[in-house]
């Protein structure tokens, strides 16, 4: 038998490698679409999204991260623990830059308004607090949810001054900036709110609010009225709620259905 040559051995070295960079909680990508904030047992990692990579590491206080934001620019990152600290860290070098505590109980959920210029902070003791992000201090307490408030969204056109919140036993109050007082108060989930959002790319959008809960039910409001005008089962409980923009719509749906029912 003819002798076979020995193929020789092959050692191979990692390139590169993804780190653990989300244990569970909440999760956000930053308005330029380049980075993940996502909570990492009490941290936070500020992940690049191209790559995977673990750019910054935000430590916590020991105490699970409750909710994160971004600002408008994504050169900030707005964090709150179960510890009832709330945090300002710079995304680009990954230090803090200001701690507060904004409620007694934690937050739930935080969002900033279309300006940049605010931070909401929802929280277990049934009251929501907007933030001026720039000097730290509290411009408005609402106060009148008889349950946990669960998730908070400003309108996106900033000259409308309206905040929304939803709670935990299913209500969704309208609040205005401008008079500083609740303007509607809508009631028709019965499970935690999980989401809230204004289409302002369909038609007539700036006027509709949508939201979401574990009721396995999508509700679309009239702002103008506070009343419900057409309600979309999901068969499923819904834990977020994002409108589109057209250009999206096109790339996830396809351009065909997306001009066949633009207001979808």
């Known amino acids: 038998m003819a002798h076979q040559q020995a193929q020789p051995r092959k050692t191979y070295a990692a390139v590169s490698s993804l780190e653990v960079f989300h244990t569970g909680g909440p999760v956000r990508l930053s308005p330029d679409g380049l980075f993940v904030a996502t909570a ?62 904004a409620h007694a109980t934690p937050v739930l959920y935080m969002a900033v308004d279309p300006t940049g210029a605010l931070l909401v902070t929802a929280s277990a003791d049934r009251t929501a607090r907007v933030w001026d992000v720039a000097k730290g201090f509290c411009t408005h307490a609402f106060r009148g949810h008889a349950a946990m408030v669960t998730h908070a969204a400003f309108h996106p056109d900033p000259r409308r001054l309206e905040l929304y919140t939803g709670s935990h036993d299913g209500e969704i109050r309208v609040w205005s900036l401008r008079d500083r007082a609740c303007v509607g108060v809508m009631h028709e989930h019965t499970s935690g709110i999980t989401g ?69």
Do not use: Y
């Not at 999204?49 to 699970?64: F, I, N, Q, S, Y």
């Not at 620019?73 to 600290?85: E, G, I, K, Q």
């Not at 057209?246 to 065909?256: E, V, Y």
């Open 196 to 264: 809230l959002t204004v289409p302002m790319a369909a038609a007539g959008g700036s006027d509709v609010l949508l939201s979401s809960a574990r009721d396995r039910v999508v509700h679309q409001w009239s702002l103008k009225t506070k009343k419900r005008v057409a309600t979309v089962p999901t068969h499923e409980a819904c834990e977020g709620l994002v409108a589109l923009d057209p250009r999206a719509a096109r790339g996830l749906l396809g351009a065909d259905a997306a001009d066949e029912n633009p207001d979808a």
């Open 40 to 101: 990492c047992v009490e941290a936070v990692s500020v992940v690049e999204v191209a790559t995977g990579k673990v750019m910054h590491t935000l430590e916590g206080d020991t105490e699970p991260i409750t909710a994160l934001a971004w600002s408008k620019d994504s050169r900030r990152v707005f964090t709150a623990s179960r510890s009832m600290r709330c945090a300002v860290w710079d995304a680009t070098t990954g230090e803090r830059v200001r701690t507060f505590k």
